[in-house]
């Protein structure tokens, strides 16, 4: 494919010996197209800091292949590769001020001094650091040496650009501002970056597509959109989604035009088989438990629906997430109205069979999403 | 503001001078020394009024040793020299071998790596007696005894485990990120070395190599038993003031001022640097 910027087939990497080592990554395998901006999501330990640094080039890839732009990279010394990269530890050259700190990534491109000056003036200004452009790394905040070092990266004209945590120290309004920025300036250039995040807002704000990892497996690639309405499986649901996705296990019985999953503590769900679609009934039926996901945004209050107990009330300024028990767990729900519930006080919860996500109990695959199988 | 109570500052100011005195009085004394004949040094009690007189100075300089028992030639001036040229030549080597060293061990840990840096270190541990009793055998064999080189390779049991380890420690220090941006702007291995990793580890070596070269020059016994007297550094050569007719008092205080005087400058203008790569180099290595 002509429009593949980078390519990731069967990578491995290990850390210590073979066998007894740490296996960070497992037979990871992406495809990045041109311009595309992919999120690396997970928390601290599943492996995307190792995929930056393999693909950076710091990092030797114990087996598999890495392409960027038509070539194999993963052989090269990094000063090969044309990768542009933001550091989580920012990585400023201490003896340079900002604004040279930013000119250095231009110095192998041989530009005349207004250039330089113009572009480095841009990019501050876009990352609002054009005030401490003369100051030296030492003298200025995390954050501040955050932005230089994401100038650093972003003023670049690479194949790639890799940006590690690129905004973990901002403050929540400046992050805001800048990831609208970041991902203007990107898409108009029409770079590719990929970034590391375990900030989930971060990722759906800036990525076209979201890789998600956990153990040093990818969980899955997709649209933030895709991931959020069809986790691939349990631990794509639970870990995207804010607040957590409420998983429940349930065993199937049916019969009559019915279906019912049967939770803890003797609570019962029950549906029209018709409401699922034939493929759906069929890989249900065929089950006795499953795992029963539902986004917090999806559940409904109602009179008639299966008793729960409020257990928490909190009114967010914005949304009120209640907490309520329910079947042996915990059910979270979301509402955007200040609701007025007393600790202790009974609710009705319905859950409509289209917001249903169903997991197999042992794989964690997703068996259906509402209506359609997965 | 911060501030201290009278007494307190009080307390402070008197254990301060007590340290001074109890460091700077020897040196006093032997700076003290160095302007007076043997007459006024071994006078009891020993007084601080005396005419001075630069005869020490002057015979360490021309190098005639007037004796009550005749004048005798001393090689002081030689010794001196001998013992720049030996420290100056083994911490200049020393720094080319450990610094690389040093980066090799911060940034790679390949197997054996740490083998390798103890074995180094243990250089330090062994008497120097011990090892130069078989060194002066291959020295002879070699034909490396009574030469600058050879008692320059052997200062690098001094110098080397030094510089090895507290620069280490400095490059450990350094985020290996910082590095890594470096590289991957388009520069070259050995760019980012020359143009990063040492200039940032800078004071460190500074204080590296000013403490190799203080234990170099401080050395005795390896130059005692490998060099012949036109090879000897001022510790060895301070010997020939124990004369047949008594010891020169008066002259080895000369011969003390002039010996120190070097190192000491030294020691001053790199101070700031000397206790800020000790303590980095002392901690983290």
């Known amino acids: 494919m002509s429009d593949t910027a980078l390519l990731i087939e069967n990578v491995d990497k290990f850390y210590g010996p073979k066998g007894h080592g740490v296996h960070a990554v497992k037979n990871l395998s992406m495809n990045v197209r041109k311009g595309e901006i992919i999120a690396l999501l997970g928390s601290s330990g599943c492996g995307k800091t190792s995929t930056l640094r393999m693909i950076a080039g710091f990092e030797p890839v114990s087996d598999g292949t890495i392409s960027l732009a038509g070539r194999q990279v993963h052989l090269l010394p990094p000063v090969k590769r044309n990768v542009a990269m933001a550091f989580e530890g920012y990585s400023l050259y ?24 113009e572009k480095v003036a841009y990019i501050a200004k876009l990352l609002e650091i054009e005030d401490i452009l003369g100051r030296y790394p030492s003298s ?130 029950d549906y029209q088989i018709a409401a699922f679609s034939p493929g759906v009934q069929a890989e249900l039926t065929k089950r006795r438990k499953v795992v029963l996901g539902i986004r917090p945004y999806s559940v409904r209050r109602s009179a008639d629906g299966v008793k729960a107990r409020v257990a928490v009330n909190q009114w967010l300024g914005d949304q009120t997430h209640i907490a309520a028990d329910f079947a042996g767990g915990t ?21 409509d069979p289209s917001s249903l996500h169903v997991f197999d109990s042992e794989t964690g695959r997703a068996i259906s999403h509402g209506k359609e199988l997965a | 503001m911060e501030s201290t109570s009278t007494p307190e500052r009080i307390l402070r100011g008197i254990a301060l001078t007590l340290v001074i005195l109890f460091f700077m009085f020897p040196i006093f004394w032997i700076f003290m020394m160095s302007f007076q004949t043997n007459e006024t040094i071994l006078q009891i009690p020993p007084s601080l009024s005396f005419t001075p007189t630069l005869s020490n100075y002057m015979a360490l300089i021309t190098g005639k040793l007037t004796t009550a028992a005749g004048t005798l030639d001393i090689a002081f001036m030689g010794n001196l020299g001998n013992s720049v040229f030996l420290s100056t030549a083994s911490v200049a080597v020393s720094l080319l071998l450990g610094v690389p060293a040093a980066y090799a061990f911060a940034r790679h840990k390949f197997r054996g790596s740490e083998d390798i840096a103890f074995t180094l270190l243990s250089f330090r541990f062994a008497p120097p ?10 020295f002879q064999w070699l034909g490396l005894s009574d030469t600058y080189i050879g008692l320059i390779w052997v200062y690098q049991l001094i110098c080397l485990p030094l510089i090895l380890w507290i620069v280490r420690g400095y490059f450990e220090d350094i985020s ?54 036109s090879k000897q550094p001022v510790t060895v050569g301070a010997l020939a003031f124990v004369t047949s007719s008594g010891i020169q008092y008066g002259q080895i205080a000369a011969a003390i001022v002039l010996s120190i005087a070097p190192t000491l400058a030294l020691a001053l203008y790199a101070q700031r640097y000397l206790v800020e790569g000790l303590s980095l180099g002392a901690v983290k290595g």
Do not use: C
Request: aromatic share 8%; hydrophobic share 45%; net charge neutral.
């Open chain 1, 331 to 351: 059910m979270v729900l979301v509402e955007h109205d200040r609701t007025r519930l007393a600790i202790g006080e009974d609710i009705g919860i319905h859950l």
């Open chain 1, 140 to 269: 200025i905040s995390g954050g501040q040496q955050q932005r230089a070092s994401l100038g650093r990266a972003l003023i670049r004209d690479a194949d790639l650009h890799l940006l590690d945590e690129p905004m973990g120290q901002l403050e929540p309004q400046l992050r805001a501002l800048l990831r609208g920025r970041i991902k203007h300036y990107i898409k108009e250039r029409g770079l590719t970056a990929i970034l590391v995040t375990h900030d989930q807002t971060e990722a759906n704000a800036l990525a076209d597509r979201i890789a998600v990892m956990e153990g040093g497996v990818l969980q899955q690639f997709d649209t933030p959109q895709k991931i959020k309405e069809r986790p691939a499986n349990l631990f794509t649901g639970t870990f995207v989604g804010e607040p957590p996705m409420n998983v429940f296990e349930a065993s199937i019985s049916g019969g009559n035009g019915s279906l019912s999953f049967g939770l803890n503590e003797g609570v019962k769900l």
């Open chain 2, 176 to 229: 290996a990120d910082v590095e890594y941006a470096y590289r991957i702007a388009g520069h070259s291995w050995f760019a980012t070395f020359r143009k990063i990793a040492l200039p940032l580890a800078g004071p460190g070596i500074a204080a590296a190599g000013l403490l190799a070269f203080i234990f170099a020059w401080n050395n005795f016994v390896f130059a005692l038993v490998l060099a012949s007297a």
């Open chain 1, 94 to 117: 201490p003896p340079l001020t900002v604004r040279e700190n930013i000119a250095f990534a231009l110095k192998a491109k041989r530009l005349s001094q207004a250039e330089v000056d």
């Open chain 2, 129 to 138: 007696l011990l090892v130069l009793l078989p060194l002066t055998q291959y």
